[in-house]
């Protein structure tokens, strides 16, 4: 298996337009999560889904983040409208459920909002 | 899930051991350690995890005290690849699966 892809790597947007992420987790894995990382906050859990399920989107920051996974290959995380404040690199991880499970995270993706 | 407790930073020479320690005087019967890295720009990687037992695979050892309120990840030959931030992580296995990320450990191998 390829791990876990995300793309795109990079994105540079303006301020106010929409921005979508996007990540294939690893095949047969059921769980999906969404990081993201800046300076100031560390990494930080976003949201996450069990079976194409979100669980817990606690960790959504505002209305304007909006995350689906409508089956268990892809899911996106939305953007709208994007601030400058947004500017993170943003991970996708995915997790096979069982005892001894590990987390397998992608490289994530980098948004510059300008 | 127990809050953990790491040193902002270490540095260790190439070839020796790097032994990075964390607190976790909280943790309950039923909650894991885990140890994650994360190399300049890349996602976290996972190290190793235990309960109870001193764990051993390739990347690292984990000697976990017998009251499980501390624990020491060992790389035993560090080499400059090993340059990261370390991220111990103290989790009920149960069916959510989440890691909560603390600020870590920044270990810098000096050559």
């Known amino acids: 298996d390829a791990g876990v892809i995300q793309s795109p790597r990079h994105e540079v947007t303006e301020m106010g337009q929409e921005v979508t992420l996007r990540c294939k987790p690893i095949?047969?894995?059921?769980?999906l999560f969404w990081y993201r990382q800046t300076m100031m906050r560390g990494l930080e859990l976003l949201i996450y889904f069990n079976n194409n399920v979100p669980i817990d989107d606690s960790g959504m920051p505002e209305d304007r983040f909006s995350a689906k996974m409508p089956n268990a290959s892809f899911s996106t995380l939305k953007i709208q409208p994007s601030e400058p404040r947004d500017s993170a690199v943003y991970f996708c991880a995915s997790v096979q459920r069982g005892l001894d499970t590990e987390a397998f995270f992608g490289q994530g993706t980098r948004l510059t909002v300008v | 899930d127990a809050k953990t407790t790491q040193p902002p930073s270490m540095d260790c020479a190439e070839g020796r051991a790097a032994n990075l320690p964390c607190n976790h005087s909280?943790?309950?019967?039923?909650?894991?350690v885990y140890w994650y890295r994360q190399i300049h720009s890349q996602g976290p990687q996972y190290i190793i995890h235990?309960?109870?037992n001193n764990e051993t695979n390739e990347m690292a050892s984990l000697i976990i005290t017998e009251d499980r309120k501390s624990s020491t990840l060992i790389l035993p030959h560090a080499t400059l690849r090993d340059t990261a931030v370390y991220y111990c992580i103290v989790r009920v296995w149960d069916s959510s699966y989440k890691l909560i990320f603390g600020s870590g450990t920044r270990l810098l191998v000096r050559p």
């Open positions: 909280t943790i309950s019967g039923n909650e894991y």
């Open positions: 095949s047969g894995h059921d769980y």
């Open positions: 235990g309960l109870k």
